[in-house]
């Protein structure tokens, strides 16, 4: 055999071994979104009604919004805990200002998620706390103060311009669903076409390289807390829109886990780097069907949530596997 021929056969082999074992992180979750939809649309009665898949892309779509905030945030090798206390403070705040009119309401809820992301972004790049011990203080104390600004009482929502966020449609698409698809193009836009998005994969690859080369490692670390807190802040107004309630002590509830894991399925590593924008939507919308698959099979929530914890499973074995090649 020929040195030429010994070469050819080496290249072939590592773009095999290369296109096999990436295969699974990269494209997975496409492939298992896919084999669900196919399996419902064979198995699963009235599933591919207008009104059902209208239901699903509503329900999923302050998972994604929280979601993208999220991937920003593990991108940076880090991690918000406080998404969901986040969404309930923006909930309670919201019936205090609507009598100002919807835009200052919604001025005032958005403006708590900057302040929710600016503390977590100081506590992690100024003082130099771990993120999950930095956003967990707010994970406890962000619901709290949310109870006490609602008074502990669920309030019912009148205001016609708010709820017309959680009930109308443009040509036919939810805007709730709008929003959350436009959202994720923006931040695609803003990690593979600004400066801004490749310092935040640079600082997540590695910090004190990034630090060295003189980027702006504080800065960026703020601002990716900063952007997840108003698009949690955010999702929290279209979740209260469309229960026609401010709930601060159910809204948001698990959601950070929720986030986090759509955003690991969707293929994002943990160990930060990379953001997988599409990816990230993609495993929103997989847990979504994986859990209106087993409810509409009759099948208890006990068992959607172990069927969850064993696709987190895999994704972060078949991450952590394609790492050690």
């Not at 059902?52 to 999220?70: D, E, K, S």
């Not at 669920?154 to 040509?171: F, H, M, R, W």
């Not at 593979?192 to 980027?215: D, I, K, P, S």
């Amino acid at each position: 055999m020929t040195q030429a021929t010994l070469e050819r056969a080496r290249v072939r082999d590592r773009f095999d071994n290369s296109f096999w074992s990436g295969w699974p992180q990269k494209y997975g979750v496409y492939a298992a979104v896919a084999v669900l939809l196919i399996y419902n649309a064979a198995f699963t009665d009235h599933f591919l009604t207008t009104g059902n898949l209208r239901t699903q892309l509503v329900q999923v779509a302050p998972v994604v919004i929280v979601a993208l905030g999220m991937a920003l945030v593990i991108g940076t090798e880090g991690v918000d805990l406080s998404v969901g206390s986040t969404m309930a403070l923006a909930a309670a705040l919201l019936p205090l200002y609507l009598g100002y009119g919807l835009f200052p309401a919604l001025l005032v809820a958005l403006l708590a998620g900057v302040v929710v992301g600016l503390v977590n972004g100081t506590l992690v790049a100024g003082i130099g706390l771990q993120p999950i011990v930095a956003t967990l203080a707010l994970f406890v104390g962000g619901r709290g103060l949310a109870l006490v600004i609602a008074d502990g009482q669920l309030k019912q929502i009148e205001n016609p311009d708010l709820l017309a966020l959680g009930t109308d449609s443009v040509l036919g698409v939810p805007v709730v669903v709008v929003i959350a698809g436009v959202l994720a193009l923006v931040v695609a836009g803003i990690v593979h076409r600004t400066t801004f998005g490749r310092q935040l994969v640079a600082v997540g690859g590695n910090r004190a390289a990034a630090a060295l080369a003189g980027l702006p490692v504080r800065r960026v670390l703020i601002g990716v807390y900063v952007l997840c807190g108003v698009l949690a802040a955010l999702a929290g107004v279209l979740a209260t829109a469309r229960l026609t309630a401010s709930d601060p002590s159910a809204l948001g509830n698990l959601m950070e886990l929720s986030a986090i894991t759509a955003v690991v399925v969707g293929g994002t590593p943990l160990t930060g780097g990379s953001v997988r924008v599409l990816g990230t939507v993609a495993g929103a919308l997989l847990m979504q069907l994986l859990r209106a698959t087993l409810i509409k099979h009759n099948l208890p929530d006990s068992t959607t949530q172990m069927a969850q914890a064993v696709i987190i499973l895999i994704a972060v074995y078949v991450a952590r596997e394609r790492r050690s090649r």
